[in-house]
C-alpha cells in the first residue's frame, strides 16, 4: 500500500480557469461539427464562458489568501484582480472578433477556444507563485498566442509574425527555464517561498545560484512584457498579427506576466542592492526608447506596439518602488494595467475597424476622416489616446500620477523624472493619432465598414470604462485592496 | 519549504562538487584531444591528390542529383510531431497506473479524476487532429472547405519581412 | 422616519422628469416610426406633461406635510464627493424657498408643457424638443432643492446646458445657433464667476476647523455666521463673485445681452426658461446666501445698483424693438434687474416673491405673444399687426390681465411685489443710513423704470391688439422681409471668424409659411389657450392672495434687512404705473405712429440708437471677438513660430533623430532579435554578478 500525498483541492480557487478551460473544449467540438461557416455559436459560447467565470470569480473575490493543489494555485487578492481584468480584455476581444474575422475571411472557428486557452493560461500564470505553474500558464498562454497570432494564413505577415513570435519566445523560455532550474537548485523548491528564507540563510554561492535564475527569469518576463532590450519582437508581431489577437495580446499577456514579475520581485526583495540598478537602466531604456521609437512610426499597430512597450516601462518603475518599499502594494500597479488594458484594446478596437476587403489597413494616414465616418468611434480613439498620454479625466492620467507617487515615495526620484519625459514625448505621437482621425482629411475615399453592434459596443464600453474608472478611483482602489 | 542549508550545501560546497566531475572532464579533454590529433594529422601528412571524381559526395555510389538543402514539405513535421505527442502522451500514464493499484483510496479517488481529465483532453484533441485532416497527407481533401478557399498565391510584395520596410 | 418619507417624495420630484426625459430620447423616434407623428404627439406629450405634473402634485403634498410653520429640512439620499476633508453628498433641502421655487417651476412647467403640445405639434422634432424640456426641469429641480453649492452648480450647469440646446432648437437655421453659442458662452463667464466664487467660499471655510466637513452645505454654512463675520472682505469677494455667476445667468447688465437672442427658441421656451424659471435662478441663487449677502453692504449696494441700472436699460431699449418677443426680452431683463433691485435692498423675500408673480404674467404674456404668432403665420412684428383683439379675443383679454399685472396696476400680482421692492429699496438701511445711499438710489431708479414698463407695455398691447386698422391687409411682399427690420449686427462679426460655423443655410420651406394680405388670424386651440387662462387667473390672484403671507413664511429660509416703511411708496408705484400707461396710449391710440414704420430712416435718433442696444452688444461681441482674433493672431505668429516650432519642434526633431537611429537595429530579421536578446541576457546577468562582487 502506498500512501501517496492527496493535494487539498479548491475548486473555488481553480474555478474560473476551470470554466473557461471546459468552455474552450465546448468552442472546439462545435468546430468539430464544423457548422458551416458560421461561427456565432462558438462565439456566444465563449462569452457564456467568459461570464460563468467572471462569476465563479466574483463569488469568491477577496476570501484571503487561499493555497491550493499542493500549493501549486494561490488563490490571493492581486491574482483575482489580474483574473478579473484578463477576463474583462479577452471579453472586449471576443466582442470585436467576428466582424473583423469575417472581413478578413478568416474562418477558423478555433480561434474562440484558443482565446479561451490563452486566457486561462494567462490566469494560471497570475495565480501561481509556484515557478513551475508561471512556467506552465505562460507556455498555455503563449503557445495559443503563437497559433492566434498566425490564425490569418492566406496572409505573409501574420504567418510571420506568428514564426519570429515562436522562434523568439521559445528562445527566451529558455532563459526562463533556466532560471528556474537555477532558483531550483539553490533551494530545492520550485515556489517563490522558499527563496526569502535561503536567501536570508544562505551561503555565498546559494546567493549565485539565486541571483542567477533571478536574472534570467527576469529576462524571460522581460521578454513577454516588451522591455527593451528583449523587445524588438513587439513591433513586428504586433503588426502582423491580426488586430484582435493583437488588441488580446498586448493587455492580457502584460496582465499576467505582471502579476507573475510582482510576486518575483516581492520574493527577491531582500537582494535589492544587486539588481535595482540593472533592473533600473532596463526601465529607462524602455520608457525612454519605446516613446523614442514611437515618435518615427507610420504604422498605428507599430506606434500602439512602441507604446505598449513604454507603458510596461512605467509600470516596472512601479516594481521597483514596490521592492524598494514594500508598504507600496499592487494597487497602483493593478489599477494602471486596468486602465492600460482598456485604452489599449479600446483602441485596437477601432482600429480593427479598418480592415477591410481582407486587407489590414493600419497606416496613419488610414485613420483619416475617421472623424466623418464613424464620429463615435473616432471620438472614442481621441479618448483612448488622451488617456495613454495621461491626460485628466481619463484613467491613464491616475494611472501614471499613482506610479509617479509610488516612484517618489520609494525615493526613486530619477526614475519618476524619467516618467514624466518619457510621458511628454508619449504626447507627440498619441495626438498624431488623434489629428489624423479628426483633422487630416482622406486622399482617397476609404473604405469603412459600418460598424456592427459587437465593436460599437466594445469600444464604447473601454471609453465609459476609461472615464468611469477615473471617476471612480477611490472605489476602486479600495475594491483592489480588500 | 526548506529553511536553512540546501542538500548540496550540506554535502561540502562547490570545490568537492567540481572535483566528483573531474573524471568525466579529463575524459572529455582526452576525447577532444585525439579527435583533433587525428583531423589535424591527416590533413598535414595525408596526400593531396584532388580530382574532381574524388570531390564528388560519394566517391562509389549514385551521382548526386540536385541540392541537398531542399525544403521538405511542413506537412512531414507536422504529422511527426502529432505523432510523438500522442505517443509520448501515454508514457505520462505509466508512472501513474504503477501506483494507482496500491494507492490509498483518496488518492484513487483523486487521481481518477485527473485521469479522466487528461484523458478526454487527449480524446478530444485525437478527434480534432483528425477531423482538421492534419495527419492527412493532402489536407485540401480533409480540411473545410472554407479555410481553403481565401487562400491565394503568396504576393511578391508581401514577401518583405516586417519591420524592414518600417 | 420623517425624513425617509421626504426621501420619497424628493426621489420622485427629481426622477420623473429625468425618467421622462429618458423615455423621449430613447423611445421618441422608435415610436415616430412604428406610430406614426399624430399618435406619438399625443402620447408622446402626455407624458411629458406628466413627468411635470407628478412632482408638481407631490410638491404639493409634500408642502401639506411639511406645514407651514415647520424648520428647513435636510434630506440626504447618496453620498458623492466623499473625501476625507470635505464632501458633498446629494443631499436635498425642504423648506419654504425651495418649496416656493418648484411650486412655480413644476406648476407653471407643466402649463407649458401643455400648450407646446399644441404649439409644436407640426414640428418634426416634437421627441426631442420635449427631450430638453424634461432635462430642463430635472436640472432645474435639482437647482432648487440642493442642499449644497456643489450640487446646486450642476442643476446650474444643466439648465444652461438646456437653455443652449433650447435656443438653438431650429439649428438649422444658422442664426439660431449662433444665438445658442452666445447665450452658451457668454453664460460661460458668469459661471467663471460663479466657480471662483465657489473656490473662494471653499478655501474661506476648509480653512477653519469645522466639524463638518459638508462645509458647503446650506446648513452648515448658516451656522458659520462667525466666520462670516472675521472676514468681511473676503465675504464681499465671494458675494461679487456669485453674482457675476448670477448676472450671467440672470442676464443683468454687463452680461444681459444673450437673452434677447434667446428668443430664437421656440416661444414656450422663451416664456419657461426664458422669463418663468430659469433666468431667476439667480435671484434664488442670492436667496439662498441671503446670510452671506447680509454681511456684505459692498456687495448689496452693487447688486441694488447694477439690477436699477438694468431695469432702466432694459426698459428704454425695448422702445426700439419691433419683434413682439424682443419686447418681452428686454421686460424680462428689466424686471429681473427689479428683484436684484430687492435683493440689494436686504429684501430677498420680496425679490422671490416678484419671481413668482413674473412667472405667471411673463409666462403668460409670453404664451399669449406666442398665440399671436402662431396666429400670424409664424410672423413676429408688430408692425404687421393691429386691430387683433377681434381675431383673438380669449389671448386678448390674457394679455390685457397681464399687461396690467406688469405695469403694476392694483389689484393685478405685479402691483403687490412691485411695490413691496420698491419700498424695501427706497427705505432700506442696508448701509446704516448716512452719506449717499446707493441703494435708495436704485429705489427710485426702479420707480421710474415701472413708469417706463407701463409705457412700452401699453405700447405693446396696443400695436398688437388695439389701434385702428388691421395692417397686415396692406401688406407687400417686400415688406414681410423685413421681419427683422433691426439687424443685429454682431452676427456679421462673429461670423468672420467661422467660431459658429454650422450647418449651411437651410430653411425649410413648410416652416416658412408667410403672413399675407389675406390671411385672417384664428385663435389657438383649447390646448393652448387653457394653460392662458389659468395663467391670467394666477396673474390676478397670486398678488393679494400671497402678499405678505409668503414673505412672512419665506422668513424661514431667507434673511432679510430691516428697512424703514414709506408711506407714499404705493399711492407713487400706481401712479407711476397709470401715469405710464396713459401716456402709452396717448402716443399709439392710432396704433403704428409713422415715426416707427417700416422706414427706419424717419425713426428718431434716440429710437434707432435704443434698438441698437446703444451699440453695447455690438461693442462687446464684436470687440471681443476681435480681440480674440487678435490674441489668437498674435499667438499663432510669434507663440507658434518660436516657441512651437524653434524650441519644441527642434527637440521633436531630435527626438526623432534618436529614434531614426534606434530603428535601424529594427532590421526585421528574427536572428538578429535573438542576438539583441542575447546581448541583453549577458548585460543583466553580467551586471548582477558585477554588483555582487562589489565592482570589476
Known amino acids: 500500500m502506498y500512501y501517496p500525498p492527496v493535494p487539498t483541492v479548491d475548486p473555488l480557487a481553480l474555478g474560473p480557469v476551470g470554466i473557461l478551460s471546459l468552455f474552450g473544449v465546448l468552442g472546439l467540438v462545435v468546430e468539430l461539427l464544423r457548422p458551416k461557416g458560421k461561427n456565432g ?232 542592492q544587486y539588481w535595482l540598478a540593472p533592473l533600473s537602466a532596463i526601465a529607462v531604456l524602455t520608457i525612454l526608447g519605446g516613446n523614442l521609437l514611437a ?131 508619449s504626447a507627440a505621437y498619441y495626438l498624431a493619432i488623434a489629428k489624423a482621425a479628426f483633422v487630416d482629411e482622406p486622399n482617397e475615399s476609404p473604405v469603412q465598414r459600418p460598424a456592427t453592434l459587437g465593436p460599437q459596443t466594445a469600444f464604447v464600453l473601454c471609453m465609459i470604462g476609461v472615464i468611469a474608472i477615473s471617476v471612480f478611483i477611490s472605489p476602486i482602489q479600495s475594491f483592489f485592496q480588500r | 519549504m526548506i529553511v536553512g542549508k540546501t542538500l548540496r550545501e550540506e554535502q561540502g560546497m562547490m570545490p568537492k562538487v567540481f572535483g566528483q566531475y573531474v573524471g568525466i572532464l579529463a575524459m572529455l579533454l582526452i576525447a577532444v584531444i585525439i579527435g583533433a590529433v587525428m583531423v589535424t594529422g591527416s590533413w598535414l601528412f595525408g596526400p593531396k591528390k584532388v580530382s574532381s571524381y574524388k570531390n564528388a559526395a560519394y566517391e562509389c555510389g549514385v551521382e548526386p542529383v540536385g541540392n ?58 485525437y478527434l480534432y487532429v483528425i477531423r482538421v485532416g492534419a495527419i492527412d497527407w493532402d489536407e485540401t481533401v480533409s480540411l473545410d472547405s472554407s479555410k481553403l478557399t481565401h487562400m491565394s498565391p503568396i504576393q511578391e510584395s508581401e514577401l518583405e519581412p516586417i519591420g524592414v520596410t518600417n | 422616519m420623517r425624513t425617509t418619507y421626504f426621501q420619497q417624495d424628493v426621489l420622485l420630484i427629481i426622477l420623473c422628469p429625468i425618467v421622462g426625459f429618458l423615455i423621449q430620447a430613447f423611445l421618441g423616434g422608435i415610436a415616430k416610426k412604428k406610430l406614426g407623428p399624430s399618435s406619438t404627439r399625443n402620447l408622446f406629450g402626455f407624458m411629458a406633461v406628466l413627468a411635470v405634473a407628478v412632482p408638481f402634485v407631490v410638491t404639493l403634498r409634500v408642502l401639506t406635510n411639511f406645514g407651514p410653520v415647520s424648520s428647513p429640512l435636510v434630506v440626504p439620499l447618496a453620498p458623492w464627493i466623499d473625501l476625507n476633508s470635505f464632501r458633498a453628498p446629494f443631499e436635498f433641502l425642504i423648506d ?75 439649428y438649422k437655421d444658422k442664426a439660431n445657433t449662433i444665438a445658442a453659442n452666445k447665450a452658451f458662452i457668454v453664460n460661460r463667464i458668469g459661471d467663471f464667476g460663479f466657480m471662483i466664487g465657489l473656490f473662494l467660499l471653499y478655501c474661506l471655510m476648509s480653512s477653519k476647523a469645522h466639524r463638518h466637513t459638508r462645509f458647503l452645505s446650506y446648513d452648515v454654512l448658516r451656522t458659520s455666521i462667525e466666520t462670516f463675520h472675521n472676514h468681511p472682505a473676503i465675504v464681499t469677494g465671494i458675494c461679487l463673485l456669485l453674482f457675476v455667476g448670477a448676472c450671467g445667468k440672470s442676464a443683468q447688465f454687463p452680461l444681459y445681452f444673450w437673452l434677447p437672442d434667446a428668443m430664437a427658441g421656440p416661444t414656450p421656451v422663451s416664456a419657461l426658461i426664458h422669463a418663468a424659471t430659469m433666468v431667476t435662478a439667480g435671484v434664488f441663487l442670492l436667496n439662498r446666501l441671503s446670510f452671506l449677502f447680509v454681511f456684505s453692504p459692498v456687495a448689496c449696494g452693487v447688486v441694488a445698483i447694477v439690477g436699477a441700472f438694468t431695469a432702466l436699460f432694459a426698459a428704454v431699449i425695448a422702445f426700439g424693438q419691433t419683434d413682439i418677443k424682443k419686447v418681452l426680452a428686454y421686460s424680462t431683463v428689466s424686471q429681473l434687474g427689479f428683484m436684484f433691485v430687492a435683493c440689494g435692498a436686504g429684501g430677498f423675500s420680496a425679490g422671490i416673491f416678484h419671481v413668482v408673480t413674473h412667472a405667471f404674467f411673463k409666462a403668460l404674456l409670453f404664451l399669449g405673444s406666442g398665440a399671436v404668432i402662431y396666429a400670424m403665420a409664424h410672423n413676429q412684428d408688430m408692425r404687421n399687426y393691429g386691430k387683433l383683439s377681434k381675431y383673438l379675443p380669449i389671448t386678448f383679454i390674457c394679455m390685457l390681465i397681464a399687461f396690467l399685472a406688469i405695469s403694476g396696476i392694483p389689484p393685478f400680482a405685479g402691483f403687490y411685489s412691485k411695490e413691496a421692492i420698491i419700498g424695501d429699496a427706497i427705505g432700506n438701511q442696508v448701509f446704516g443710513g448716512s452719506g449717499i445711499n446707493l441703494v435708495t438710489v436704485a429705489g427710485y431708479t426702479a420707480l421710474f423704470a415701472a413708469l417706463l414698463t407701463g409705457f412700452y407695455m401699453a405700447r405693446l398691447t396696443w400695436l398688437t391688439f388695439l389701434g385702428k386698422e388691421e395692417r397686415w391687409r396692406s401688406i407687400s411682399t417686400d415688406h414681410s422681409h423685413h421681419a427683422e427690420a433691426v439687424p443685429t449686427p ?50 390676478i390672484a397670486a398678488g393679494f392672495l400671497l402678499n405678505g403671507k409668503l414673505v412672512n413664511w419665506l422668513q424661514e429660509s431667507v434673511q432679510t434687512l430691516p428697512f424703514h416703511e414709506v408711506s407714499w411708496v404705493t399711492p407713487a408705484g400706481i401712479t407711476a404705473g397709470v401715469l405710464g400707461i396713459l401716456v402709452g396710449i396717448a402716443v399709439y391710440f392710432q396704433g403704428l405712429p409713422q415715426k416707427e414704420g417700416w422706414d427706419i430712416g424717419k425713426w428718431s435718433r434716440f429710437r434707432v440708437w435704443a434698438g441698437s442696444q446703444f451699440g453695447y452688444d455690438k461693442a462687446v461681441t464684436g470687440g471681443a471677438c476681435a480681440s480674440g482674433n487678435d490674441i489668437a493672431n498674435f499667438l499663432s505668429s510669434q507663440f507658434e513660430r518660436w516657441i512651437i516650432e524653434g524650441v519644441l519642434g527642434g527637440i521633436a526633431r531630435t527626438a526623432k533623430r534618436i529614434g531614426d537611429l534606434i530603428k535601424t537595429t529594427q532590421t526585421g530579421f528574427a536572428r538578429l532579435y535573438a542576438a539583441v536578446i542575447l546581448c541583453g541576457v549577458i548585460g543583466l546577468v553580467g551586471w548582477i554578478f558585477i554588483s555582487v562582487r562589489g565592482g570589476f
Not at chain 1, 489568501?65 to 471576443?94: N, W
Not at chain 1, 507599430?302 to 510596461?312: E, F, K, P, T, V
Not at chain 1, 486602465?339 to 497606416?363: D, H, I, N, Q
Not at chain 1, 492620467?397 to 499613482?402: A, D, E, Q, R, Y
Open chain 1, 41 to 272: 455559436t462558438i462565439m456566444l459560447i465563449s462569452l457564456v464562458g467568459l461570464a460563468a467565470s467572471a462569476i465563479a470569480l466574483i463569488s469568491d473575490f477577496g476570501a484571503g489568501t487561499v493555497r491550493s493543489f499542493g500549493q501549486m494555485e494561490l488563490h490571493d487578492h492581486l491574482g483575482s484582480i489580474s483574473e478579473l481584468i484578463l477576463l474583462v480584455v479577452a471579453t472586449i476581444t471576443v466582442l470585436i472578433s467576428e466582424p473583423y474575422l469575417k472581413e478578413k475571411k478568416i474562418a477558423f472557428g478555433e480561434f474562440y477556444p484558443l482565446l479561451l486557452w490563452s486566457t486561462a493560461g494567462a490566469m494560471i500564470m497570475s495565480t501561481s507563485s509556484n515557478l513551475l505553474m508561471i512556467f506552465l500558464g505562460l507556455e498555455v498562454l503563449s503557445i495559443s498566442l503563437y497559433v492566434l497570432c498566425g490564425i490569418s494564413r492566406s496572409e505573409e505577415k501574420s504567418e510571420e509574425s506568428a514564426a519570429k513570435y515562436f522562434l523568439l519566445g521559445a528562445f527566451s523560455s529558455g532563459f526562463l527555464l533556466y532560471g528556474i532550474a537555477l532558483i531550483f537548485g539553490a533551494t530545492g523548491h520550485f515556489d517563490l517561498l522558499s527563496v526569502t528564507s535561503v536567501w536570508a540563510n544562505g551561503s555565498a554561492s546559494s546567493h549565485n545560484l539565486l541571483l542567477g535564475g533571478f536574472g534570467l527569469i527576469v529576462v524571460g518576463l522581460c521578454f513577454k512584457t516588451g522591455m527593451i532590450p528583449f523587445h524588438q519582437w513587439t513591433p513586428d508581431v504586433y503588426q502582423g498579427a491580426p488586430t484582435n489577437v493583437t488588441a488580446f495580446m498586448s493587455a492580457a499577456a502584460k496582465v499576467a506576466a505582471f502579476a507573475a514579475f510582482w510576486r518575483l520581485i516581492s520574493a527577491f526583495a531582500p537582494s535589492l
Open chain 3, 490 to 539: 454682431a452676427l456679421e462679426v462673429q461670423d468672420a471668424f467661422g467660431f459658429f460655423a454650422s450647418e449651411p443655410l437651410q430653411l425649410e420651406e413648410e416652416d416658412h409659411e408667410e403672413l399675407t394680405a389675406d390671411h385672417n388670424p384664428k385663435e389657438v386651440p383649447l390646448i393652448m389657450s387653457l394653460p392662458l387662462v389659468v395663467l391670467a387667473i394666477g396673474s
Open chain 3, 96 to 170: 419654504p424657498l425651495s418649496l416656493t421655487m418648484l411650486l412655480v417651476i413644476t406648476g407653471i412647467g407643466s402649463l407649458i408643457h401643455l400648450y407646446a403640445i399644441g404649439y409644436m405639434a407640426k414640428d418634426k422634432d416634437f421627441t426631442r424638443f420635449f427631450t430638453y424640456m424634461n432635462l430642463f426641469i430635472a436640472a432645474m429641480t435639482i437647482l432648487v432643492l440642493a442642499n449644497n453649492l456643489v450640487l446646486l452648480f450642476v442643476g446650474w450647469e444643466g439648465v444652461g446646458l438646456c437653455s443652449y440646446l433650447l435656443i438653438g432648437f431650429w
Open chain 1, 295 to 425: 515618435l518615427v512610426q507610420t504604422d498605428v499597430k507599430r506606434i500602439l506596439a512602441y507604446s505598449s512597450i513604454s507603458h510596461a516601462g512605467y509600470i516596472l518603475v512601479d516594481l521597483l518602488a514596490h521592492a524598494k518599499d514594500p508598504s507600496i502594494n499592487y494597487v497602483s500597479m493593478e489599477f494602471y494595467l486596468l486602465s492600460y488594458a482598456l485604452m489599449t484594446v479600446g483602441a485596437f478596437a477601432v482600429l480593427s475597424l479598418l480592415a477591410a476587403r481582407g486587407k489590414e489597413v493600419t497606416k496613419l494616414s488610414d485613420l483619416n476622416g475617421l472623424w466623418k465616418r464613424n464620429p463615435i468611434a473616432a471620438v472614442a480613439l481621441v479618448a483612448f489616446m488622451m488617456s495613454l498620454v495621461g491626460l485628466p479625466p481619463f484613467a491613464g492620467f491616475f494611472g501614471k500620477v499613482l506610479i509617479f507617487s509610488d516612484a517618489v515615495k520609494a525615493g526613486l526620484v530619477p526614475l519618476a523624472a524619467v516618467l514624466a519625459v518619457g510621458s511628454v514625448i
Open chain 2, 68 to 125: 541537398a538543402r531542399e525544403r521538405f514539405p511542413i506537412k512531414f513535421y507536422l504529422v511527426g510531431i502529432l505523432f510523438i505527442l500522442f505517443d509520448i502522451e501515454v508514457i505520462f500514464l505509466w508512472s501513474w497506473i504503477s501506483i494507482f493499484k496500491h494507492a490509498t483510496p483518496a488518492f484513487q479517488k483523486f487521481t481518477f479524476f485527473e485521469f479522466i481529465t487528461y484523458m478526454s483532453t487527449w480524446i478530444i484533441s
